[in-house]
């Protein structure tokens, strides 16, 4: 009696666990399903993307440094996937250019002729032929390093310095900080500047070092409009810490509009020899051989499109200008100078360099610079810039220091180690 009564409860504890697990089971097939379609789902839109981003080379070149340069008809880039470019003529060169009208030896120059050409990285390996472009190849770990598809090869919102506001606030806020030299109350149809290049440290994965132009229109508010260029140290976005060639667009102040170099429709490419995003060889060094890079933004007074130039020899392409609100006439403000972001780890300021790492008092060989300044007028000539102000929110972090000689004419050194023990 009691063997049998033992029996029937052991089979009925058997039963319940049987049971148990059964539920058990169902909760993790039911938990693994709603877990997998995510999983998934995010990888069927990276690779969605990867597609969008990666057209079909007709060359392919493997650079030193790990980067896939792919040579993709002009026709075929990125741009083209904008709705509003699906019938647009593209302008092989523009119709003027600030240093007089725009002629066949600014392009045509043989190599031999080139004062001092300036060279990727990628180079060494091949270049791209006349009718194609070189274009970064975007990797599927590039995208999983962003916070989100969507926002892969976007800066974050509220990143421009605006020389006027500095309101603690805001300043931590943001997260970037600036070292810069500006112009504004008038209109503007471009800038240049020759800028030294440097490799400064990056403390943290997800900041970066950038130095560079903005061009700007509207106010700061949700219209901003924005044309960059420059160079940069981004491991978030490039997955190392080489000193890159970039250009970035916005005309919602980065909220949904605008991406860098190649990596959204908008800028279209002509040039077959520069690659944006590709690194830039050699950089400066310390008390040592010192490189730098000319950079000309400008709106063409009969198209309307910005151009950018790099070097004295690389007309590189164009924004349309119907990307635009503001820029569509003119800009208000011009920027030259440096951005950090500070994210502070273990709440200290990042020790991320700006520039070269060193405060401008150090000088030549030893400070960053931005020399040979200049705006570009409303009758489309280069010209210096009247009262250049400065602007940085912690000077004793990253500072600025304008200067005026026969030489250089307008210029500045800037940049800084972050923190020390003035910035803690």
Known sequence: MEGGAHYRNGHRRRRVSVALFLVCLAGLISLSCAVRPSVSRQKLQVEKHLKRLNKSPIKTIESPDGDIIDCVPISQQPAFDHPFLKDHKIQTRPSYHPEGLFDDNKVSKGPKERSNPMTQLFHMNGKCSEGSIPIRRTKREDVLRASSVKRYGKKKHRSIPKPRSADPDLINQSGHQHAIAYVEGDKYYGAKATINVWEPKIQQPNEFSLSQIWVLGGSFGEDLNSIEAGWQVSPDLYGDNNTRLFTYWTSDAYQATGCYNLLCSGFIQVNSEIAMG???????????????????????????????????????????????????????????????????????????????????????????????????????????????????????????????????????????????????
């Not at 200049?374 to 004793?396: R, Y």
């Open 278 to 424: 590709a690194s830039i060889s050699p950089v400066s060094a310390f008390r040592n051989s010192q490189y730098d890079i000319s950079i000309l933004v400008w709106k063409d007074p009969k198209e309307g499109h910005w151009w950018m130039q790099f070097g004295n020899d690389y007309v590189l392409g164009y924004w349309p200008s119907f990307l635009f609100s503001y820029l569509a006439e003119s800009a208000s403000m011009i920027e030259w100078g440096g951005e950090v972001v500070n994210s502070e780890p273990d709440g200290q300021h990042t020790a991320t360099q700006m520039g070269s790492g060193r405060f401008p008092e150090e000088g030549f060989g030893k400070s960053s610079y931005f020399r040979n300044i200049h705006v570009v007028d409303s009758t489309n000539n280069l010209k210096s810039p009247k009262e250049l102000g400065t602007f940085t929110e912690q000077s004793n972090c990253y500072d600025v220091q304008t200067g005026n000689n026969d030489d250089w004419g307008h210029y500045f050194y800037y940049g800084g180690p972050g923190r020390n023990p003035n910035c803690p």
